[in-house]
Protein backbone atom coordinates (compact mmCIF):
# COMPACT_ATOMS: atom_id res chain seq x y z
CA UNK A 1 0.00 0.00 0.00
CA UNK A 2 1.24 3.39 -1.00
CA UNK A 3 -0.33 6.81 0.07
CA UNK A 4 0.80 10.34 -1.82
CA UNK A 5 -0.24 12.97 0.83
CA UNK A 6 0.28 16.57 -0.25
CA UNK A 7 0.98 19.96 1.60
CA UNK A 8 1.86 23.63 0.92
CA UNK A 9 -1.32 24.61 -0.65
CA UNK A 10 -3.11 28.05 0.20
CA UNK A 11 -3.62 31.17 -0.84
CA UNK A 12 -1.79 33.48 -2.47
CA UNK A 13 -1.52 37.28 -4.18
CA UNK A 14 -0.76 37.36 -8.12
CA UNK A 15 2.90 37.12 -8.35
CA UNK A 16 3.43 35.56 -4.80
CA UNK A 17 5.14 32.41 -4.39
CA UNK A 18 3.91 29.11 -3.17
CA UNK A 19 5.35 25.73 -2.66
CA UNK A 20 4.22 22.35 -2.73
CA UNK A 21 5.13 19.32 -1.39
CA UNK A 22 3.86 15.41 -1.45
CA UNK A 23 4.99 12.95 0.83
CA UNK A 24 4.62 9.33 -0.17
CA UNK A 25 5.17 6.44 2.52
CA UNK A 26 3.91 2.90 2.04
CA UNK A 27 5.62 -0.71 0.61
CA UNK A 28 8.10 1.44 -1.87
CA UNK A 29 10.84 0.21 -3.67
CA UNK A 30 11.41 2.42 -6.46
CA UNK A 31 9.49 5.62 -7.62
CA UNK A 32 10.06 6.51 -11.69
CA UNK A 33 7.91 9.47 -12.38
CA UNK A 34 6.96 12.19 -9.74
CA UNK A 35 4.93 15.01 -10.94
CA UNK A 36 2.40 17.11 -10.22
CA UNK A 37 -0.79 17.70 -12.25
CA UNK A 38 -4.03 20.18 -11.22
CA UNK A 39 -7.82 20.39 -11.64
CA UNK A 40 -9.34 23.69 -12.53
CA UNK A 41 -13.48 23.98 -11.86
CA UNK A 42 -14.59 22.90 -15.05
CA UNK A 43 -11.19 21.74 -16.62
CA UNK A 44 -9.92 18.74 -17.39
CA UNK A 45 -6.94 17.52 -15.42
CA UNK A 46 -3.59 18.87 -16.71
CA UNK A 47 -0.14 18.35 -16.10
CA UNK A 48 1.90 20.79 -14.70
CA UNK A 49 5.23 19.29 -14.37
CA UNK A 50 6.99 15.83 -14.27
CA UNK A 51 10.42 14.53 -13.12
CA UNK A 52 11.67 11.32 -14.93
CA UNK A 53 13.76 8.49 -12.85
CA UNK A 54 16.64 10.13 -15.46
CA UNK A 55 16.64 13.18 -13.57
CA UNK A 56 14.71 15.44 -16.49
CA UNK A 57 11.83 17.54 -15.64
CA UNK A 58 9.13 18.62 -18.02
CA UNK A 59 7.05 21.65 -17.33
CA UNK A 60 3.89 22.66 -19.30
CA UNK A 61 4.20 25.74 -21.18
CA UNK A 62 2.05 27.99 -18.97
CA UNK A 63 4.22 27.88 -16.18
CA UNK A 64 8.19 26.85 -17.53
CA UNK A 65 10.01 29.35 -16.31
CA UNK A 66 8.03 30.18 -13.20
CA UNK A 67 7.87 26.79 -11.60
CA UNK A 68 10.58 24.82 -10.28
CA UNK A 69 10.02 20.39 -9.74
CA UNK A 70 12.35 18.79 -7.68
CA UNK A 71 12.71 15.28 -5.85
CA UNK A 72 14.04 14.16 -2.75
CA UNK A 73 15.05 10.67 -3.23
CA UNK A 74 15.82 9.76 0.38
CA UNK A 75 12.53 10.86 1.33
CA UNK A 76 10.52 10.14 -1.41
CA UNK A 77 9.46 13.65 -1.87
CA UNK A 78 8.48 15.67 -4.83
CA UNK A 79 7.88 19.47 -4.26
CA UNK A 80 6.88 21.56 -6.57
CA UNK A 81 8.05 25.99 -6.32
CA UNK A 82 5.31 28.27 -8.02
CA UNK A 83 6.98 31.43 -8.29
CA UNK A 84 5.04 34.44 -10.11
CA UNK A 85 1.77 33.12 -9.60
CA UNK A 86 -1.16 33.81 -11.80
CA UNK A 87 -5.12 34.21 -11.51
CA UNK A 88 -5.44 31.22 -13.64
CA UNK A 89 -3.45 29.17 -11.82
CA UNK A 90 -5.51 28.56 -9.46
CA UNK A 91 -6.78 24.50 -9.28
CA UNK A 92 -6.44 21.98 -6.83
CA UNK A 93 -2.97 20.40 -7.39
CA UNK A 94 -2.96 17.09 -6.86
CA UNK A 95 0.88 15.05 -6.58
CA UNK A 96 1.28 11.85 -8.80
CA UNK A 97 3.99 9.12 -8.30
CA UNK A 98 4.41 5.37 -10.72
CA UNK A 99 5.63 3.68 -7.44
CA UNK A 100 7.18 0.08 -7.77
CA UNK A 101 6.20 -1.80 -4.87
CA UNK A 102 8.11 -4.21 -3.09
CA UNK A 103 5.87 -6.85 -4.57
CA UNK A 104 7.56 -5.68 -7.81
CA UNK A 105 4.24 -4.37 -9.35
CA UNK A 106 4.25 -0.74 -10.80
CA UNK A 107 1.26 1.53 -10.18
CA UNK A 108 0.23 4.72 -10.62
CA UNK A 109 -1.07 6.98 -7.32
CA UNK A 110 -2.48 9.76 -6.67
CA UNK A 111 -2.59 12.41 -4.11
CA UNK A 112 -5.96 13.93 -2.23
CA UNK A 113 -4.98 17.21 -3.77
CA UNK A 114 -4.26 20.67 -1.89
CA UNK A 115 -6.09 24.33 -2.93
CA UNK A 116 -3.93 26.47 -4.32
CA UNK A 117 -5.75 29.96 -4.56
CA UNK A 118 -4.66 33.04 -6.62
CA UNK A 119 -6.29 36.39 -5.38
CA UNK A 120 -5.89 39.75 -4.41
Known amino acids: QVQLVESGGGLVQPGGSLTLACAAS????????MGWYRQAPGKQRELVSMSTSGGASNYTDSVRGRFTISRDYAKNTVSLQMNSLKPEGAAVYFC??????????????WGQGTQVTVSS
Open 96 to 109: YERVRAHSLTWKNY
Open 26 to 33: GSIYSISL
